[in-house]
């Protein structure tokens, strides 16, 4: 190509020379290798958002080279240009009628990304900057392979909705670190909501069609708790991991000390036995569950072997193991109303007659008397109901007990909703709050019931119902004096309009809009105008 160039670059100077013109005809799509993007081609740009330098193509390439004079190289004006292309273009453009197979390997080898027709972006996390061949395959290959955004057989796949809805991001390996910003994290692939979305923190289900247990984990690297998905399992996300998804890993068939929802009653947990006398199959939690759901696929179920395998759990649970070393209250309703039942650490044994195949949700404690709950919302008065928490202890103490019964209710799929919950647990709001919502429908919490839930369950103290009366509670202190367990008061003492739990080191939880499925959620110190030092 080059020397071709240049000889037409000979002949152009000759001719102008003998006063000839020379006239060369524009084809319909310019020749590949020339640096820019014309239809029928496949084209790599060196930046981001394709930017920068183009490197075209309309065939496949099994190995792009090294090192110039002989690598395939970035032709187009722009930064990058004259660079080797392996391992440095960061976005592509697939003007041509095919998908395109992007290799982090030589020889069409190791990881890949389909590249459709017309798609125009990123690289993804694995390949930005790590490509180093591609090839042409046709049509057959458009939903083919890992991060194509199309759950297929031998994949596992996250979906960014609840029931397997949304967008989908798809895998045929182990990722230890998602990321969390575009160009460079995993994202949801698939068409529907949150389509480009960061993966990490933000998927609700998943469908594991490989042949091998997926373990999802809290952290990043494969730490922290975890969920164990056995093959074929499609459903939620448990509540420890649900939109707070950071690695996973195909770790081949399940074993012993797989984990919480691993169908196995391990140490540390509290397990669901389907029949009486702690037989048949088990379904076993590490945190508390307001709603256990009553269909398949979003329902807890029980995961072990043995009779009543995959049924829900609401209401068929006959014998209980409680492994961890709190009390564990099982509920008669959902979010932890009606009557219950105290499951001592270490009790193994019957649910009692109450309870008995009516179990719809458990709650561990750190007392030893079971909180009653009004199981409502709608304004809690500070009348009718027992059961507040501990209020024995030192200050310290007490604090470590409320910000434990404010972080109880985060990851649990709450919402913001205004005049919702209780001292007793989160509740359906009213309407309509200030800006005009209609919450009578919407399970969750607003920020005074929150932190009245935090302070009832945590250490007996009666906050109140609105911001109003919660700055009564206790001694004013400025915002570069909060410790932890303080109130933080957004506006004026006499004029407050929001409140949050301070944790320390910068972070606090709330309960605040969006009204979504994280509005009960754990963020860092964005404002707020003075503290409050409850009296305790």
Not at 498 to 527: D, F, I, K
Request: hydrophobic fraction near 25%; charge should be negative.
């Amino acid at each position: 190509m080059r020397r071709a160039s240049a000889l037409l670059a000979v002949i152009s100077l000759v001719a102008s020379i003998l006063g000839i013109a020379v006239g060369v005809a524009a084809p319909a799509s310019a020749a590949a290798r020339d640096g820019v993007c014309d239809g029928g081609e496949f084209c790599y740009y060196y930046n981001s958002n394709n930017a920068g330098s183009v490197s075209d193509f309309t065939a496949s390439v099994s190995d792009y080279g090294t090192t110039q004079p002989s690598c395939y190289d970035f032709k187009g004006s722009g930064n990058g240009q004259g660079d080797c292309i392996k391992n440095n273009a960061a976005s592509v453009w697939n003007r041509s009628g095919e998908t395109v197979r992007v290799y982090f390997n030589t020889g069409y080898g190791g990881i890949y990304q389909n590249i459709g027709p017309g798609y125009k972006g990123q690289l993804m996390a694995e390949l930005y900057n790590n490509n180093a061949s591609h090839q042409f395959v046709g049509t057959a290959g458009t939903d083919t392979g890992a991060r194509s955004g199309t759950c297929e057989s031998g994949e596992f796949c996250y979906y960014y909705n609840s029931g397997n809805a949304g967008s989908i991001s798809d895998f045929t390996e182990s990722a230890g670190n998602y990321g969390d910003a575009q160009p460079t994290c995993y994202d949801f692939k698939g068409a529907g909501a949150g389509q480009g979305q960061c993966i990490k923190n933000n998927a609700a289900s998943v469908w594991n069609r490989s042949s091998k247990t997926v373990r999802v984990y809290y952290n990043s690297y494969y730490g922290g708790s975890y969920q164990d998905i056995a093959p074929g399992y499609k459903g939620q996300l448990n509540s420890t991991v649900y939109n707070n998804n950071a690695s996973h890993q195909f770790i081949g068939a399940p074993s012993a000390g797989s984990g919480s929802r691993s169908g196995t009653c391990e140490s540390g947990e509290l397990c669901y036995y389907y029949n009486s006398g702690n037989a048949g199959s088990i379904s076993d939690f590490t945190d508390s569950v307001g709603d256990y759901g009553t269909t398949q696929p979003s329902c807890y179920d029980f995961k072990g072997s043995g009779n009543g395998q995959g049924e829900c759990i609401k209401n068929n649970a006959a014998s209980v193991w409680n492994r961890s070393d709190q009390t564990v209250c099982v509920y008669y309703n959902s979010y932890y109303g009606g009557s219950s039942q105290e499951l001592a650490p270490g009790f193994k044994g019957q649910l009692n007659g109450t309870l008995y195949n009516n179990n719809a949700s458990h709650k561990f404690i750190s007392g030893t008397e079971c909180p009653v709950s009004s199981g409502g919302g709608g304004g809690d008065t500070g009348g009718g109901g027992t059961g507040g928490g501990d209020t024995s202890g030192t200050y310290s103490e007490k604090v470590e007990r409320v910000i434990a019964a404010a972080l109880s209710q985060t990851g649990q799929g709450l919402s913001y909703s205004w005049d919702g919950g209780d001292r007793y647990g989160p509740g359906y709001g009213v309407c309509c709050s200030p800006s005009g919502y209609d919450d009578r429908n919407r399970w969750g919490f607003d920020c005074s019931e929150f932190m009245n839930y935090a302070f009832w369950q945590g250490a007996g103290i009666y906050l109140g119902t609105y911001t109003g009366a919660q700055v009564n509670k206790g001694t004013v202190v400025s915002m570069s004096n909060l410790r932890r367990g303080d109130l933080i008061f957004w506006g004026g003492y006499s004029s407050t309009y929001h409140v949050a739990l301070y944790l320390g080191n910068g972070q606090m939880v709330e309960a605040a809009p969006p009204r979504g499925t994280n509005s009960v959620h754990v963020t860092n110190v964005y404002g707020g105008d003075f503290g409050i030092r409850v009296n305790m």
